[in-house]
């Protein structure tokens, strides 16, 4: 994308509609990620009521079991700092990008 920017052959335009549409698809996949996690039925509180509140020790089936279980809900817990996180830079690269825009014009 630079060189095709510097060769002065993309056209803003098409950066700004595909930017559009990645934002969109970025918003759509963070409420759908906070949805599931903590939405009416959610695996947040499946997470506490049947993981994080019943720990296991020794080694048994249920033990592995439970260990499994753990690592699916901190899963979906990083999935959602992801986001997060994601949405933190983002954001910053937008502030950037008009700190360079008003440097350039003004």
Do not use: D, E, H
């Not at 060769?7 to 698809?25: A, D, E, K, T, W």
């Not at 699916?72 to 008009?98: D, H, R, S, Y």
Request: with cysteine; proline share 4%.
């Amino acid at each position: 994308m630079l060189v095709l920017i510097a060769q002065r052959r993309l056209l803003p335009g098409v950066v700004m509609l595909f930017s559009f549409i990645f934002v969109v698809l970025y918003i759509a996949g963070i409420i759908g990620t906070a949805m599931q996690l903590f939405g009416g039925p959610n695996i947040n509180n499946q997470c506490n009521t049947y993981v994080n509140n019943m720990p296991q020790r020794g080694p048994s089936i249920n033990t592995l079991a439970w260990l499994q279980q753990q690592n699916i809900c901190q899963c979906w817990n990083a999935a959602f700092a992801f986001w997060i996180i994601g949405t933190v830079f983002w954001v910053w690269i937008m502030v950037m990008a008009g700190q360079v825009n008003a440097n350039q014009y003004g």
